[in-house]
C-alpha cells in the first residue's frame, strides 16, 4: 500500500487557519483519489474533502464549503487541506487516505485503503 503521513495540526482560536499537509510514498497513478478525513472523540469518522491526482477535480462535504480548499503537487506527491475561518466544531484528528479509483463517481468512506496515521487540529472559541 502507499504510505501517508500527514502533518501541520495544530492549536488554533476560532476564525484562525491551518494548512495539513499529507505526503505520499512512491509515485502515484493518475487514477489515485486522496481524500481528508476528520474524526471527534465518540464520533463517527467523516468526509471533508477528496482531489482526483487526475485532473484535480474536488468534492467537498457541506460542512466546510467555502472555508476549506484541498490541493495537490504532483511533483511532491503531496496533498494538502487549507483551513481558514476555523470553528470549534471543526476540532478533530484529521486523517489522510487514498486509493486508486476508476469511476467516474467519487470513493465513499469504505472505498479507501491507504490511511495516514492522522493529525490533531484544535481549535477554541
Known amino acids: 500500500q502507499v504510505q501517508l503521513v500527514e502533518s501541520g495540526g495544530g492549536s488554533v482560536q476560532a476564525g484562525g487557519s491551518l494548512r495539513l499537509s499529507c505526503a505520499a510514498s512512491?509515485?502515484?497513478?493518475?487514477?489515485?483519489?486522496m481524500g481528508w478525513f476528520r474524526q471527534a472523540p465518540g464520533k463517527e469518522r467523516e468526509f471533508v474533502a477528496a482531489?482526483?491526482?487526475?485532473?484535480?477535480?474536488?468534492k467537498y462535504a457541506d460542512s466546510v464549503k467555502g472555508r476549506f480548499t484541498i490541493s495537490r503537487d504532483n511533483a511532491k506527491n503531496t496533498i494538502y487541506l487549507q483551513m481558514n475561518s476555523l470553528q470549534p466544531e471543526d476540532t478533530a484528528v484529521y486523517y489522510c487516505?487514498?486509493?486508486?479509483?476508476?469511476?467516474?463517481?467519487?470513493?465513499?468512506?469504505?472505498?479507501?485503503?491507504?490511511w495516514g496515521q492522522g493529525t490533531q487540529v484544535t481549535v477554541s472559541s
Open positions: 487516505a487514498g486509493r486508486i479509483w476508476y469511476s467516474s463517481g467519487w470513493p465513499i468512506i469504505n472505498d479507501y485503503n491507504d
Open positions: 512512491g509515485r502515484t497513478f493518475g487514477t489515485y483519489v
Open positions: 482531489i482526483r491526482w487526475s485532473g484535480g477535480s474536488t
